[in-house]
């Protein structure tokens, strides 16, 4: 088993950063490829951002492309991401996730990901 915790969410002003961190406690972290997704009210849940095991590949969604960064620390097992130029439609619940342990992984694909945290809120005012 493993345990997500997120954190870092907030109230922020359009145009504003939040860092977003998920701390992972369980098995060994660096075996998994981490993600992370929102879910706004009545929406789907989404692919924000994906990093592979060692931190070298990273993916992102077109909407958040070049104002979201995603990073790991696998001594700290944690992952992290950074939000800046924030929107008022990045409004959503923020969700980490873990999988991709048996060697596949596709970044967007849920059914990937074995683990999930219960999510921090990100609220964006205009």
């Known amino acids: 088993q493993v345990q997500l915790v997120e954190s870092g969410g907030g109230l922020v002003q359009a145009g504003g950063s939040l860092r977003l961190s998920c701390a992972a406690s369980g098995r060994t972290f660096s075996n998994y490829a981490m993600a992370w997704f929102r879910q706004a009210p009545g929406k789907e849940r989404e692919f924000i951002a994906g990093?592979?095991?060692?931190?070298?590949?990273?993916f992102y969604a077109d909407s958040v492309k070049g104002r979201f960064t995603i990073s790991r620390d696998n001594a700290k097992s944690a992952a992290y991401l950074q939000m800046n130029s924030l929107k008022p439609e990045d409004t959503a619940v923020y969700i980490c996730?873990?999988?991709?342990?048996?060697?596949?992984?596709?970044?967007?694909?849920?059914?990937?990901?074995?683990?999930w945290g219960q999510g921090t809120q990100v609220t964006v005012s205009s």
């Open positions: 990093v592979g095991w060692s931190g070298g590949r990273t």
């Open positions: 996730a873990a999988g991709g342990a048996r060697g596949a992984w596709y970044p967007s694909e849920q059914p990937t990901y074995d683990y």
